[in-house]
Nanobody, 124 residues
Framework: QVQLVESGGGSVQPGGSLSLSCVFS????????ITWFRQAPGTEREGVSC????????YYTDLAKGRFAISRDNAKNTVYLQMNSLQPEDTAVYYC?????????????????WGRGTQVTVSL
């Protein structure tokens, strides 16, 4: 059974940075693309970034381009999301997820496995 565990969230001031981690277990890690989503209170879950498996092509949605960077360490079964220039509108629970479609979709319903999320709060 695939399992995902996020960590690294916290509170930061506007303009600050955080690095999130997603640890994968339960299968061969480099077979799987990993996607980061986020969800703020009262809003729908939205895609942030995805990194493919063995040939780690990276994809970013508009909210992440130029500010966030995704990477993976296949030796550690871990995907990272470096977030810079954070703003209050980035406040959300951040989730990592994986499924059958690789990085072909940022539609949450198409993902089979989810972590429990890590809270990111950006405020003065």
């Amino acid at each position: 059974q695939v399992q995902l565990v996020e960590s690294g969230g916290g509170s930061v001031q506007p303009g600050g940075s955080l690095s999130l981690s997603c640890v994968f277990s339960g299968d061969t890690f480099d077979y799987y693309a990993i996607t980061w989503f986020r969800q703020a209170p009262g809003t729908e879950r939205e895609g942030v970034s995805c990194i493919a498996g063995r040939f780690p092509t990276k994809y970013y949605t508009d909210l992440a381009k130029g500010r966030f960077a995704i990477s993976r360490d296949n030796a550690k079964n871990t995907v990272y999301l470096q977030m810079n220039s954070l703003q209050p509108e980035d406040t959300a629970v951040y989730y990592c997820a994986t499924g059958l479609y690789g990085c072909g979709s940022f539609v949450p319903l198409e993902y089979d496995y989810w972590g429990r999320g890590t809270q990111v709060t950006v405020s003065l």
